[in-house]
């Protein structure tokens, strides 16, 4: 299709590739969700966003996209698009719309560049703000792909942070019960010791001076009521 795969290297690139079947809509007509996906290159943004600066194109602050619906109007204000510019762009696609899909493509042009002049529509302006729009929603593309590696790269710092946390408190919880392995024992061992003791001067002898004891507490008498 000759012209047509020569879109991706116009402009900076902000043109979307497609392959050689989106020939019948090489005059400008929206390609098709498959020929895009399926072209085997990087439509516009999707390189760029890998490590090159984005064009300042916005004249104010765009919109954020709202639960994943983009405010296009906004976007295109943002980048100081009037909106009778946008209206020359809408009205060629009203009018691309129109014609028969079997109407051969240099027909379609003619129709639609007559209809336009009739209209009183400049094609350069048309282009001019059709262009603008790609850019625009290239600018959008960029803006939106640094504020998400902004997002994932604070996010991975915080999971480090995290990460290292979790793996020093899991430390120092196996050092702790380590530590009280260790402390039960030892107190056992020391037990055994002082029981070999008592065990000379007899079990009743023992249980006789725990049960008078004030200083003592017997482990076989009912636990009192909680105060």
């Known amino acids: ?26 005059d400008g007509a929206a390609p098709s969700a498959e020929a895009s996906s399926t072209s085997g290159e ?37 980048a100081g698009i009037s909106a009778e510019e946008r209206q020359r762009v809408a009205k060629a696609g009203e009018l691309l719309a129109s014609l028969p899909a079997e109407t051969p493509v240099a027909v379609r042009k003619q129709i639609v560049e007559a209809s336009l002049r009739a209209f009183g529509v400049p094609i350069d302006k048309i282009i001019e703000s059709g262009v ?5 929603l290239e600018g959008y593309i960029r803006r939106g792909a640094a504020d998400t590696q902004k997002v994932l790269d604070e996010s991975s710092r915080r999971i480090e942070l995290y990460e290292n946390e979790i793996k ?11 530590e009280q392995q260790g402390i039960t024992a030892g107190c056992n061992a020391k037990k055994l010791e002082v029981q070999r ?5 007899g079990q009743e002898a023992v249980a006789k001076v725990v049960r008078e004891s004030p200083k003592l507490v017997d482990p076989s008498a009912p636990a009192g009521p909680a105060t």
Do not use: C, H
């Not at 900076?12 to 079947?21: A, L, N, P, Q, T």
């Not at 990087?42 to 405010?71: H, L, N, T, Y």
């Not at 003791?197 to 001067?201: T, W």
């Open 1 to 26: 299709m000759g012209e047509g795969r020569n879109w991706g290297s116009t402009v900076m690139g902000w043109f979307i590739v497609r392959d050689g079947s989106e020939e019948a809509t090489a």
């Open 168 to 178: 020093n408190l899991r430390t120092v919880m196996e050092q702790r019960v380590q």
């Open 42 to 78: 990087p439509a516009g943004g999707a390189q760029a966003a890998a490590g090159e600066p984005a064009p300042d194109f916005f004249k104010s602050e765009p919109p954020a996209p709202a639960a994943g619906r983009i405010d296009f109007d906004g976007v295109y204000e943002a």
């Open 132 to 136: 603008g729009e790609i850019q625009a």
């Open 197 to 201: 003791i008592l065990e000379f001067f």
